[in-house]
């Protein structure tokens, strides 16, 4: 299995406290614009198979539209119940005005 890195969207679509979805390889991921930098994770919560997107993004919080747990964006690691289980991460980098996911393929 080999990693590489895919550019899925320019810099300029994630603006600050924003979430912005990509698919690759047929999965939803979440671009989030906190302090500026951009983070990336799936898209689907893991309590309530909702998508995050459609939540509230507060500072490097997502919350989920279901049920209100929360994740860290950055770690992904659940912040609030009833979330439990942490959402998939994805490294990202920003290239010449182009964010690139680090993918396995």
Request: aromatic share 6%; with cysteine.
């Amino acid at each position: 299995m080999s990693e590489e890195w895919l550019p899925v969207a320019e810099r300029g679509d994630v603006p600050e406290g924003e979430v912005f979805v990509v698919e690759v390889g047929g999965q939803e991921i979440a671009l989030y614009g906190v302090e500026g930098q951009v983070y990336a994770t799936a898209n689907i919560c893991t309590h309530g198979n909702a998508r995050l997107c459609e939540g509230f993004l507060e500072g490097n919080e997502i919350e989920c539209p279901l049920h209100q747990g929360r994740f860290d964006v950055i770690t992904g690691s659940p912040t609030l119940e009833p979330a439990e289980e942490a959402i998939q991460t994805f490294p990202v980098k920003i290239e010449d005005g182009k964010v690139l996911l680090q993918v396995k393929s």
